[in-house]
C-alpha cells in the first residue's frame, strides 16, 4: 500500500490546489482518503482504477477533477460505468478490485490468475510465458505484477 502513501499520506486537507495536479487522485481508495485503517486492498483498488483508465483510454470520472471524484467514490460509493462490451472477467474483476468492501477485494494474486487466463484467451499465448509463472520473475524479491 506504499502506492496510496506516496500520493495521500500524512494529507488532511486534500485541498484543490494540490489535488489538480495528482491525476491518481481519482484512484486513491476511499478509506484512504477517509483516513481511515487499511491494508494492502488501497492497491488493489488502485490498480483497478489504473487498469479501468488503460482499458477504457480516459480517466474515471474524466470530467471531475481528482478531488471531486475521490469524493464521490468515497462519500458516495459512485464507481466508473463499465461499458457493456468489455469482456465479463474484465467486468467482473474490476467490480471485485473496486468493491466498497476491502476486505472482499481480491489479492493481486487472483487478479494475475484472471488477467493470465484473459491473456491466453484473447491473445493465445502461452502459460508458460507470462509474468506470473514465468522462471524470471517466479523467484523474484520484487513485485511480480503485470497490467496484462
Not at 474515471?60 to 457493456?84: F, S, T
Not at 502461452?126 to 514465468?134: A, E
Amino acid at each position: 500500500y506504499r502506492f496510496s502513501e506516496c500520493i495521500f499520506r500524512g494529507r488532511s486537507d486534500f485541498s484543490p490546489r494540490y489535488s489538480n495536479h495528482f491525476f491518481l487522485c481519482n484512484t486513491v481508495a476511499p478509506e484512504v482518503y477517509k483516513h481511515m485503517d487499511y491494508t494492502e486492498a488501497v492497491d488493489v483498488y488502485s490498480y483497478a482504477m489504473i487498469l479501468f483508465y488503460l482499458l477504457d483510454g480516459k480517466p474515471p470520472w474524466p470530467y471531475d477533477n481528482g478531488l471531486v471524484a475521490v469524493r464521490k467514490a468515497a462519500d458516495d460509493g459512485d464507481r466508473p460505468l463499465l461499458p457493456r462490451h468489455w469482456d465479463e472477467r474484465l467486468q467482473k474483476l474490476l467490480q471485485e478490485s473496486w468493491h466498497e468492501n476491502p476486505s472482499l477485494r481480491p489479492p493481486f494474486k487472483e487478479i494475475l490468475k484472471v488477467l493470465n487466463a484473459y491473456s491466453r484467451d484473447q491473445f493465445r499465448t502461452d502459460s508458460d510465458h507470462n509474468f506470473s509463472t514465468h522462471p524470471d520473475f517466479a523467484d523474484a524479491k520484487r513485485c511480480n505484477c503485470a497490467l496484462m
